[in-house]
């Protein structure tokens, strides 16, 4: 999942980028609201963290820009502005949910997770393929109820495959992924991980299948 987060505050836009960078997400981060049309023009993204206190082009232009534009990207508005008729210009402008400064980051990351299911229509939050089991919430990935400890990339390869079991997954798909503006991920790193999880679900009943020329898919096995 790609996330755009546009805050100028340094302190605070580094600390998001860095923690949902934690939680799996490629994470970009731009610091003015003019810039926004520029950066959605160049890339998909799954969805946007967006201050409304913004230098260059404010907020709530911001979102009824790329509302205007046809995007239907989720919007999360992150701002200190608490008024009753705060909240609801900015869910009239096109907004799908909205958070007051200052936010435990624990509830951040579930509404994001909650706008994430909402948007891909995966309304449940356990995925399952075979013996294996993943947690959407709690971000854990279990083999036979018992948990499997994973690095966070290894985890959101893995889930990106649980998510289409039986599918192939290109490695650029893998790469735009997991990729962010100042993150060097490239194809080789990408086989790194998948050969890191062949051998973590070592004997769990499934694989990782190389699809040549285009990419892997997760395979379960089947007894003869």
Same mark, same amino acid.
């Given at each position: 999942m790609r996330v755009l987060v546009i805050e100028d505050d340094a302190t605070l836009g580094h600390a998001l980028q860095e923690f949902l960078g934690g939680q799996g997400y490629a994470v970009d981060w731009l610091q003015s609201g003019d810039r926004v049309e520029g950066a959605l023009a160049g890339q998909i993204y799954d969805l946007l963290l967006l201050d409304l206190n +913004? %230098? &260059?082009? %404010? &907020? +709530?232009?911001?979102?009824?820009?790329?509302r205007d534009g046809g995007s239907q990207v989720p919007v999360l508005i992150l701002t200190a502005r608490d008024g009753l008729d705060d909240r609801v210009a900015g869910l009239d402008a096109g907004a799908d949910d909205y958070v007051t400064k200052p936010f435990e980051l624990p509830e951040l990351a579930a509404r994001v997770r909650a706008l994430a299911r909402r948007h891909t229509g995966q309304a449940q939050t356990i995925l399952e393929c075979g013996p294996l089991s993943f947690d959407t919430v709690g971000r854990q990935i279990r083999v036979d109820g018992k948990r499997l400890a994973l690095s966070v990339r290894e985890l959101s390869v893995l889930e990106m495959l649980m998510a289409r079991? &039986?599918?192939?997954?290109?490695?650029?798909?893998?790469?735009?992924? +997991?990729?962010?503006w100042d993150a060097d991920f490239s194809e080789n790193a990408v086989e790194v991980y998948v050969y890191r999880l062949r051998k973590r679900l070592d004997g769990t009943g499934t694989s990782i299948q190389t699809v040549r020329g285009f990419g892997y898919l997760l395979d379960i096995d089947r007894a003869p």
């Open positions: +913004l %230098p &260059g082009l %404010p &907020g +709530l232009e911001v979102l009824r820009r790329v079991p &039986g599918r192939v997954v290109t490695k650029q798909q893998i790469v735009n992924s +997991l990729s962010a």
